[in-house]
């Protein structure tokens, strides 16, 4: 506890308590130490505490006295740090109470230029004369604190040292990633080369990170108006025994530094309660409260011997280093129980894709040879359909075909044809001359229906079959073929006489089809 606040320990106060204080001391620049007292006289109310300052404080107020001497309130809120909640009943016992956990905030720092709050629309209308004249007004003050600067300070107190600690600083804001990066390098640059591990990223960044590894994360605030921050930084800092532990991968701190006049510094250390610099505090993750709570483990304020520092530190660290543990194992274990249930919903996708492609390949053989089935019993059908139709046809068409012409027709109306038959017998017909060579081709045709002797007076044509014949009449010497298609008569085509020969046409098709049958 440093002396600005020995009276009354900032750590007892309530939120509201706290957020009272910092907004009087941020107007008024008064110690805390007096700031204190004036607040409890005023009942914490800052806009009575903030008039009695400029104003002055009345002779006597029994109300004030009455508050004055009554103890700060407590804040009855009970809880645990890692250090209470995972220590033995002895120390427990020992301690006499039971310490709280105060929580870590997350800060996610905002320029003051950025932050704007939209009023609403109808408000903004009926405020707009007043903002008019309070235009007005504030360009008449201003012209007139710029030709007399002390009526700046006793008008507005807390825009003076807002703005006197920016002029007085000089320093560009930048974003989170470029201010460590500066603070390093300027670091570097006062102190020399070190082989401290800044993290160069901003807090909120840092904070997260700890919270993910479950590292300690060690801030550390500096102010370089305060002397006694040279020392601190050379003596206590960069000793080596202070280097070495946190560098130490078996310590698992992450380490992150800024300088308060920064943006984003001054919003940690006002976040963090910082009341004296240079300030170190240790943040770690607080299973024991919630699975994803940071707490304050430690603080560190004002100027420490190198030795004592590293002492805070390890009990710090040695006091939430075993629930930690014990979260990293949990965490380990559910990872490698995630890890098996991965790979075994990887193998089982694996198998399961693999009978997929098997069912697949067995429905598509199964398609194919059910197709191949279909056409063939289609083609044995069409074939079975052919051949009765083609029956059929003979036995009508033998029907129609005329008989030999008689023994004593002119023999000049009479072609003698000598056939040879596909089964190699020879068959010696007359015709009339002036029969169609279709007649000749009808007599191959059904040549063996007429020498059946079957009665195929009564058959009638198929319908829908169309008759096309598979041969074709070819004379050997020298060789001609005498087609259906070109017409005539027997005599204008083969003369008074021929020998002819048989040949098939459809041979070819069905030697296909009989080589397609075997490859099936």
Not at 194 to 211: H, I, M, T
Not at 382 to 397: G, I, P, S, T
Not at 472 to 489: A, F, H, I, N
């Amino acid at each position: 506890m440093s002396d600005a606040s020995a009276e009354v320990d900032i750590a007892q106060l309530s939120e509201e308590q706290q957020l009272a204080l910092q907004q009087f001391t941020a107007v008024t620049d008064q110690e805390l130490k007096d700031a204190i007292p004036l607040l409890q006289r005023c009942q914490w109310n800052v806009q009575i505490a903030i008039a009695r300052f400029f104003d002055g404080e009345p002779a006597e107020d029994p109300i004030a006295a009455a508050a004055a001497a009554a103890p700060p309130p407590r804040d009855i809120r009970q809880q645990e740090t890692l250090l209470n909640g995972f220590a033995s009943p002895r120390s427990s016992t020992s301690s006499g109470r039971l310490r709280r956990v105060e929580a870590a905030p997350r800060i996610v720092p905002q320029p003051e230029s950025q932050v704007a709050t939209q009023a609403p629309l109808l408000l903004t209308l009926l405020l707009a004369p007043f903002n008019l004249v309070y235009s007005v007004f504030s360009k008449f003050f201003r012209f007139t604190g710029w030709l007399f600067p002390p009526l700046t300070r006793l008008f507005n107190p807390g825009r003076a040292s807002t703005t006197s600690r920016r002029a007085a600083s000089g320093r560009k804001a930048l974003n989170v990633r470029d201010t460590a990066a500066r603070f390093a390098r300027e670091f570097e640059e006062e102190y020399g080369q070190n082989n401290l591990p800044f993290y160069e990223n901003g807090y909120a960044q840092s904070f997260d990170l700890a919270k993910k590894d479950l590292k300690f994360l060690l801030v550390i605030l500096m102010s370089p108006e305060h002397d006694e921050t040279a020392s601190f930084v050379r003596d206590t800092l960069l000793s080596q025994e202070v280097v070495d532990f946190i560098r130490n991968p078996d310590n698992n701190i992450l380490l992150w530094a800024g300088n308060v006049q920064d943006p984003e510094a001054y919003q940690v250390s006002v976040a963090l309660k910082c009341t004296k610099f240079p300030f170190t505090g240790v943040i770690v993750h607080s299973p024991q409260v919630s699975s994803t709570s940071m707490s304050i483990a430690a603080r560190i304020v004002g100027p420490t011997p190198a030795n004592q520092y590293l002492t805070k530190l390890r009990q710090a660290v040695q006091a939430h280093k075993e629930p930690l543990d014990r979260v990293r194992a949990q965490r380990t274990e559910q990872q490698a129980t995630r890890n098996i249930r991965q790979q075994q919903d990887s193998a089982y996708e694996r198998s399961l894709a693999t009978d997929r492609e098997r069912a697949r390949k067995r429905k598509e053989e199964a398609e194919r040879k059910a197709a191949e089935e279909k056409e063939a019993l289609a083609r044995s059908e069409a074939a079975e359909r052919h051949a009765h139709n083609l029956a059929q046809w003979r036995k009508w068409r033998a029907a129609s075909i005329p008989p030999e012409p008689a023994a004593d027709t002119e023999p000049k109306d009479v072609v003698r044809i000598s056939l040879r038959m596909p089964t190699a017998d020879r068959v010696v017909r007359k015709f009339s001359a002036d029969a169609h060579i279709e007649e000749l081709y009808a007599f191959v045709e059904c040549y063996d229906v007429l020498q059946s002797g079957e009665d195929v007076s009564n058959v009638e044509e198929p319908q829908g079959f169309v008759h096309e014949y598979g041969f074709q009449l070819v004379s050997p010497m020298p060789r001609e073929v005498y087609d259906v298609k070109s017409g005539g008569t027997v005599r204008d085509r083969v003369g008074r006489s021929g020998n002819l020969i048989v040949e098939r046409t459809d041979l070819e098709s069905d030697d296909e089809d009989e080589e397609e049958h075997v490859a099936a």
